[in-house]
Nanobody, 118 residues
């Protein structure tokens, strides 16, 4: 089992910045992908950004140049720095953990609300 605890959500105005954190604990594989997804009301959950233990990162086109994902492997924590926030960034942000060794495992955090007002 892997537990994910998110923090850092909140309410802010457009143009502002926010940093989300997700700390993982439990049976963590040294080879994994951690990332962030978001879900706005009435919409599906979409990829925001992912960070692999190899160092490779991936971003949704809508956040490229504004959001930065980073990780501290020693702390098993992944961060999402969000700059130049827009009202359309409003959503519940979910942390995600994925690994394939020794078996395929996929976990979600409880979610943290980010609300951007215009």
């Amino acid at each position: 089992q892997v537990q994910l605890v998110e923090s850092g959500g909140g309410l802010l105005q457009a143009g502002g910045s926010l940093r989300l954190s997700c700390a993982a604990s439990g049976s963590i594989s040294s080879i994994n992908v951690m990332g962030w997804y978001r879900q706005a009301p009435g919409k599906q959950r979409d990829l925001v950004a992912t960070s692999a233990s190899s160092g490779k990162t991936n971003y949704a086109d809508s956040v490229k140049g504004r959001f930065t994902i980073s990780r501290d492997n020693a702390k098993n924590t992944v961060y999402l720095q969000m700059n130049s926030l827009k009202p359309e960034d409003t959503a519940v942000y979910y942390c995600n953990y994925f690994s394939v060794l020794p078996s395929i495992r996929h976990y979600w955090g409880q979610g943290t609300q980010v609300t951007v007002s215009s």
